[in-house]
């Protein structure tokens, strides 16, 4: 119950209290609770990437945190099962590692090796001693697992599922350009031209649109030749506004094609028009011109083909697919913006504006 100033205090069947101090000192009473355990991985990749650099960090992701004084803290243990195979069977390659407030997972490498499929599971505890469930129910805890026949908990974030590659990633690269498009033809002309500045504002006419330019590179480690593809999205007040996944699985988006070469460069716009943008909306526009809008462009570059063999057409599709080995590039470029309304827009000036200009002072005596 609730004491005096607010205070909690605790009294168990014998007697004993928490607001009797000498009690409490000889015969403490701890005050637990009993919610769900939910760990997750990071960093947070999407299932079927491929890495050379196998390393994660642990951490509880609970709405509810109690922060109780000198601990104990949360601790972890986590298992490595391996496969040849994208779906598996993945048999156990490590023992569960020893209860731990350490957050660090650095030992991969010692139990798989390169070319392998990895499954790492980890189950995380809270200082009341609450333990995260099997994220695998129905699948053996030793192993083997195959993962495409599995039913993971829906949302479980506390296993992985990677290609220990020895190959490295490709790059991806966004140089972006925000503009007002007077001349309504999609094309940077003599108008009003805010450079890569991450804060755009409105034009006064409501006619002339707010346009954005990326121009999308990809930068491939020495010696890969292999062809590669990228996989785009735009993000306009945390939903998403359109994407590039494949020409299947996103018909009629914007295919930013197939990069043979390091210091080959595609232009894409937004709004996303492939035909025209002409008398089209634009960013921020109506019914938005009243408060800011955020956006974010996002773009991962992969490879569209298995690097552990010779090219083969049926991995060059134009699809991505991990479990013939392609490899996506694992931390997506990512252009983050706002634009913001007209009252906003009088403080903000374009590079280009007469008053803008640099002034040359000098003192006649």
């Not at 330019?213 to 993000?235: K, N």
Request: hydrophobic share 35%; proline share 12%.
């Amino acid at each position: 119950h609730i004491h005096g100033e607010g205070v909690m205090v605790a009294t168990d069947l014998a007697g004993n209290s928490t607001e009797d101090i000498t009690a409490f000192l000889t015969d403490p009473l701890h005050i637990w609770w009993i919610i769900d355990v939910h760990s997750e991985i990071f960093p947070d990749l999407p299932d079927g990437f491929a890495t050379k650099r196998p390393y994660f960090t642990m951490e509880l992701d609970r709405s509810f945190n109690p922060q109780p004084a000198g601990g104990p803290p949360p601790i972890f243990t986590y298992r490595i099962y391996g496969s040849p195979d994208f779906c598996g069977p993945y048999e156990a390659r490590s023992p569960w590692r020893p209860w731990s407030p350490n957050k660090s997972i650095d030992d991969i490498p010692n139990f798989v090796t390169e070319g392998e499929w990895v499954l790492l599971v980890v189950i995380g505890a809270d200082e009341a001693g609450n333990v995260e469930e099997w994220p695998l129910p129905g699948s053996p805890v030793d192993g083997p697992i195959d993962l495409c026949t599995a039913t993971p908990i829906p949302g479980a974030r506390n296993w992985k599922r990677f290609l220990f590659t020895g190959f490295d990633a490709p790059e991806t690269v966004i140089d972006p350009t925000f503009w007002h498009d007077v001349n309504a033809n999609n094309n940077i002309d003599n108008e009003p031209n805010f450079g890569s500045s991450r804060l755009i504002p409105l034009p006064d006419d409501i006619g002339i649109p707010v346009r954005a330019e990326f121009l999308v590179s990809a930068i491939r480690p020495p010696g890969q030749s292999a062809p590669i593809r990228i996989q785009w999205q735009l993000i306009e007040d945390g939903v998403l506004a359109d994407q590039f996944i494949d020409a299947t699985t996103t018909p009629g988006s914007f295919d930013l094609g197939v990069y043979t070469a390091n210091g080959q460069v595609r232009r894409i716009t937004a709004p996303v028009d492939i035909a025209t943008l002409t008398g089209q909306p634009g960013l921020g526009d109506v019914p938005l011109r009243q408060r800011p809008v955020t956006y974010v462009y996002r773009a991962a570059a992969y490879f569209d083909d298995n690097l552990d063999t010779t090219p083969d057409p049926t991995d060059n599709n134009g699809v991505f697919d991990p479990s013939a080995g392609e490899i996506m590039d694992p931390t997506p470029a990512n252009v983050y913006f706002t634009v913001v309304p007209t009252g906003v827009s009088n403080y903000i000036k374009a590079p280009t504006d007469d008053d803008s200009q640099p002034i040359k002072e000098q003192e006649i005596r």
